[in-house]
């Protein structure tokens, strides 16, 4: 009876495994057929020779590939992030393959309000332009926890800080306009849903918590470029935008049984790579069609439409100073 029983229960976890399987890919495809029946690429050929770029999270993924095309361009990159292992393969990287030099690195904890003043009084005191400025640096799947600046860690990484750095360089931004801003956000940000409130706390602990945080995270960012596009002089263009399903690390968090199957379901679907990912940051960073085009959200190249209550001007308004609040 023991064994019977055993046999049974290791069955219906077979099935639940399977149906999990299954369900996600189901999910992905029906995203891929609806949202990325194509795969955008940047156009612009434009050089950016004498310009200042900074891209959080520089040093893989996205961000790798989007460091590697300005530098491609002409422009004097620095990538800001924490490991200065990973920072120093990733110039070495890109000087190989771009023969740029001018690619430089700063260190950068979104995760402690401290590090981001530090690194922005050493930015402000070393360059005397900043031309391009890509928030893309982001993290998900972690498990909640605060940070030492008491803030929920997801939300502090893709949203607070970000906002805390932008807010700190924006006077290097003013003086090199016309410049940009591009914010890495997600088509996630559908299944945001803001309470102010506790915008900047954790609020339960179950994977579907864990995933509408994430989500809140995304949501900030579109509404936070909605909000610099009111509040920054016109010459500046500052947009957020979803990258795609692209295949990067950031999923290593999924548990690892898991993790195999995703991959495998990656492959299958034919996600984008990294570079594929990065077009539609390059494209806010350099295509002069956008130049003037200012709080809007953008999916494989081109202008998007994004969640509703993004045009609600009292919410923007009101997520804007919150924020403040909670970085001051």
């Given amino acids: 009876m023991i064994l019977a029983a055993i046999y049974y229960l290791l069955l219906i976890v077979l099935y639940l495994y399977i149906a999990l399987c299954l369900l996600t890919l189901l999910v992905l495809l029906y995203y891929k057929i609806r949202f990325e029946p194509v795969k955008g690429v940047c156009k612009s050929n434009a050089r950016l020779d004498g310009k200042i770029a900074l891209v959080t999270g520089g040093n893989q993924g996205i961000g790798l590939e989007t460091a590697r095309e300005l530098a491609a ?68 799947g972690v498990k909640p926890r605060y940070t030492e600046d008491g803030i929920n860690l997801v939300m502090q990484v893709n949203y ?33 849903n803001i309470n102010i409130d506790t915008l900047d706390k954790i609020v339960g602990h179950s994977l579907k918590a864990m995933f509408y945080n994430y989500s809140n995270s995304k949501l900030c960012g579109v509404l936070w470029a909605k909000a610099l596009a009111k509040k920054l002089p016109e010459d500046i263009s500052v947009n957020s935008l979803h990258p795609g399903l692209v295949r990067t690390n950031i999923f290593n968090t999924l548990p690892p049984w898991f993790l195999k199957v995703f ?66």
């Fill in 263 to 328: 991959m495998f379901i990656c492959d299958v679907l034919n996600f984008k790579t990294p570079k594929e990912g990065a077009q539609t940051v390059v494209h806010l960073c350099v295509a002069d069609e956008v130049q003037n085009v200012r709080g809007k959200y953008f999916s494989e190249c081109c202008e998007a439409k994004y969640k509703r209550v993004v045009k609600d001007e009292d919410l923007v308004d009101r997520v804007w100073n919150k924020s403040v609040e909670v970085t001051s």
């Fill in 73 to 140: 361009r002409g422009a004097r990159v620095i990538i800001a992030c924490r490991g200065a292992e990973k920072a120093a393969e990733a110039i070495q990287d890109i000087v190989a393959t771009t023969g740029n030099k001018q690619v430089e690195y700063m260190p950068l904890n979104l995760s402690k309000f401290s590090s981001i003043r530090q690194f922005a009084a050493d930015f402000n005191n070393t360059y005397d332009r900043l031309d391009i400025l890509v928030n893309n640096a982001g993290c998900g």
């Fill in 160 to 192: 607070f800080g970000p906002f805390l750095l932008t807010k700190l360089l924006t006077e290097k931004l003013i003086a090199s306009k016309p410049s940009r801003i591009v914010i890495v956000s997600s088509i996630l940000h559908f299944y945001g």
